[in-house]
C-alpha cells in the first residue's frame, strides 16, 4: 500500500511529492516530511502542472509528479525502472 508524503520549503508553492511503499522508501524520506492522502498528493500535483502552464513565472519550484521517495532521494533511477500511471510514477 503506498503510503504519501510532502516535503515542504520555506514557500507554499515549494514542495516535493513522494511516496513510500517499502523499507527503502521509508529510509530515504528526509526529515519533516509530511503524510498526505493520495487525492491530496495528486491535488497537489495538479496545481503545479497548471501553474507551469499558465504562471510560469511562479511554477517549476514544485513537482508535478509524484516519485518513490528511494528513487526521488538517491541515485540510480536506471536500477529502478519506473513508468508514468497518471501523475504517479510506479515501479514495473
Known amino acids: 500500500m503506498k503510503k504519501f508524503y510532502a516535503c515542504y520549503g520555506d514557500f507554499g508553492n515549494v514542495y516535493t511529492l513522494s511516496y513510500c ?3 527503502e522508501d521509508f529510509a530515504a524520506l528526509p526529515k519533516g516530511a509530511e503524510r498526505i492522502t493520495r487525492k491530496e498528493a495528486i491535488q497537489l500535483a495538479r ?3 497548471d501553474r507551469r502552464r499558465w504562471e510560469p513565472s511562479s511554477a517549476y519550484y514544485a513537482d508535478a509528479d509524484i516519485m518513490p521517495a528511494h528513487n526521488r532521494y538517491t541515485w540510480g533511477l536506471e536500477d529502478f525502472p519506473l513508468r508514468r500511471n497518471g501523475r504517479i510514477w510506479e515501479r514495473n
Do not use: C, P, S, T
Request: hydrophobic residues 15%; charged residues 65%; aromatic residues 0%.
Open 21 to 23: 511503499e517499502n523499507r
Open 47 to 49: 496545481r503545479e502542472a
